[in-house]
């Protein structure tokens, strides 16, 4: 099962901005969507961005369309989220997931989910 490691999580002020990673320790899910969940505490786990294997279809949770961009370097095999105008309600856990299928991603085709990394944005 291939590997997923977050790396980017910190803490912030609203209004600041952050890029999450997540590196995949196999070249196999370039062939396969990627994207981002988070989960803030007491909350359930919720879908905040997809992408898919060729770096087209993009998806994004209402909540961050505009501020949040996803991009993927498959040559590298990173996905990345960029988080700009961070607010408040931005603070979670964000796990990368990978899809078991090439354009799609939501928790029931999730194939592997990385650890998570925190990021907190305080006022």
């Known amino acids: 099962q291939v590997q997923l490691v977050e790396s980017g999580g910190s803490s912030v002020q609203v209004g600041d901005s952050l890029r999450l990673s997540c590196k995949a320790s196999s070249r196999t899910v370039s062939n396969n969507a990627m994207g981002w969940f988070r989960q803030s505490s007491g909350k359930a786990r919720e879908f905040v961005a997809s992408i898919g294997w060729k770096g087209s279809n993009a998806r994004y949770a209402d909540s961050v369309k505009g501020r949040f961009t996803i991009t993927r370097d498959n040559a590298k095999n990173t996905v990345f989220l960029q988080m700009n105008s961070l607010e408040l309600e931005d603070t979670a856990v964000y796990f990368c997931?990978?899809?078991?299928?090439?354009?799609?991603?939501?928790?029931?085709?999730?194939?592997?989910w990385g650890q998570g990394t925190q990021v907190t944005v305080s006022s």
């Open positions: 997931a990978a899809s078991r299928h090439s354009i799609a991603l939501s928790t029931q085709t999730v194939q592997s």
